[in-house]
């Protein structure tokens, strides 16, 4: 699915993400799980679950929008190790306020089992995004 981050953010195409589904509501992003997505346990590094969290705020709090929604705060509960493939974030939008913007991110890995939380929240500039 085509939006701004998809088609801007480099990250995304490093890590392998796609952009299943997106709007300002919601967005629903899948990586696969490959080694060099893991620690050094086997299991999903804690960094690769923030950063497809991460994809998933802003790829639906950009969606819509020709003013970029930067990131304020994001705190994170990892609940267990993410062992399958593929990863899923799943963010739902919680307060779309004017500037202020909260949403609530879900990780599940390849079996379906959450693996981490997330509370995002975000704040609309005036910027323009580039193109």
């Given at each position: 699915m085509k939006n701004y981050v998809s088609d801007h953010d480099k990250l995304v195409r490093l890590?392998?993400?796609?952009?299943?589904?997106?709007?300002?509501?919601?967005?629903?992003?899948?990586?696969?799980?490959?080694?060099q997505h893991r620690n050094?346990?086997?299991?999903?590094?804690?960094?690769?679950i923030f950063s497809l969290a991460d994809v998933?705020?802003?790829a639906a709090a950009n969606a819509e929008t020709s003013t970029a929604v930067v990131s304020l705060n994001t705190t994170i509960q990892y609940l267990r190790a993410g062992q399958?493939?593929?990863l899923v974030a799943v963010s739902h939008l919680?307060?779309?306020?004017?500037?202020?913007?909260t949403y609530d991110v879900?990780?599940?890995d390849g079996s379906g089992?959450?693996?981490?939380?997330?509370?995002?929240?975000?704040?609309?500039?005036?910027f323009p995004l580039p193109g």
């Open positions: 890590m392998g993400m796609t952009i299943e589904s997106v709007t300002t509501e919601s967005a629903r992003v899948t990586m696969p799980l490959l080694e050094g346990m086997g299991m999903a590094h804690g960094g690769t998933a705020f802003g399958s493939s593929p919680i307060r779309g306020g004017s500037h202020i913007v879900e990780v599940f089992a959450l693996i981490a939380k997330c509370l995002c929240t975000g704040y609309h500039t005036n």
